[in-house]
């Protein structure tokens, strides 16, 4: 298997699975340098690697890079000199050549999962699909998960659930690190977080549309669960921003701006202000 079926195959599985990695390819290449132009190599935020753009302090220096870029969730454009001074402090080598190396973020599809097909359910899975989210919707009454009610969801599932032991089959949906949780049942959102919090990696988001009364009794019961605490400390509720929200179209939105800002590292400030505050900054 070649070297770029290897990290093509690979990045592939990755994004399948759910996962955000980073690749860097060599672009560019002047005088002496360890790999060609077009030398591929994945990374994942862990520093773990396929391929290699040239082994050494210059790839190390690329994981490094590249691990930044996975947090900032930006691609860039990095610069790499082979110094023929052991002083050069940047230095990556003793080739005397350079190389420029560009680290792209690659992430799965985004995956916005709706437990439960209610009122504000509707309205969020179409305004999902409007942001290019993949749109799952699960119930446990398959007259609700429905194509009619739900024409723009990807993927419908009914789920049984014994409300005399409160136990809840486990959900048919996969979870990954790209999956955007939102839990709005009739009455069974906590065997649903029990479910979803013990997930392993977590999902991206977890949502609870309940009041602060609610949210509060599920926590202490998701607690009393075993749960760790960190992991019900995830689950955002309220959900969503402060717009004022009431309606259930009105509350669909709100959830899916706060999720829109979690995805993007936005401020959730209103863009007037945020174009203000740099106008300064860039007429200077």
Do not use: C, K, V, Y
């Given at each position: 298997m070649s070297?770029?079926?290897?990290v093509t195959k690979e990045a592939l599985a990755a994004l399948e699975r759910g996962e955000r990695i980073a690749l860097a390819t060599v672009v560019r290449v002047r005088g002496s340098a360890p790999r060609h132009e077009g030398a591929r190599?994945?990374?994942?935020?862990?520093g773990r690697i396929v391929g290699t753009v040239g082994g050494a302090t210059?790839?190390?220096r690329v994981i490094e890079d590249a691990q930044e870029a996975l947090q900032d969730n930006r691609s860039r454009l990095e610069s790499y000199v082979f110094s023929t001074s052991e002083a050069a402090a940047d230095s990556v080598g003793l080739c005397g050549g350079a190389v420029e190396v560009h680290i792209e973020v690659l992430q799965p599809d985004a995956t916005l999962?709706?437990?439960g097909a209610g009122h504000v359910a509707q309205p969020l899975a179409a305004i999902g699909h409007l942001a290019d989210f993949r749109v799952a919707v699960v119930d446990d009454r398959a007259d609700f998960a429905t194509a009619e009610r739900f024409p723009q969801a990807d993927e419908l599932a009914v789920v049984r659930y014994d409300e005399q032991k409160e136990e809840l089959e486990p959900l048919p949906v996969s979870l990954s690190p790209s999956t955007y949780v939102v839990v709005a049942t009739w009455g069974w959102d906590e065997p649903a977080l029990a479910q979803v919090l013990a997930a392993a990696p977590p999902p991206a988001y977890v949502g609870l549309v309940a009041s602060p009364t609610k949210a509060r009794v599920i926590r202490e019961r998701l607690l009393a669960r075993g749960l760790p605490q960190q992991a019900v400390e995830r689950v955002r509720a309220p959900v969503g921003l402060d717009l004022g929200a009431e309606t259930p179209g009105e509350i669909a939105l709100s959830?899916?701006?706060?999720?829109?800002?979690l995805r993007r590292k936005?401020?959730?400030?209103p863009l007037a202000e945020v174009r203000a505050r740099r106008a300064?900054?860039?007429?200077?």
């Open positions: 070297e770029f079926t290897q190599m994945l990374i994942w935020p862990d210059l790839e190390q999962l709706i437990i959830i899916m701006a706060e999720i829109l800002m936005a401020s959730g400030r300064p900054a860039e007429s200077a």
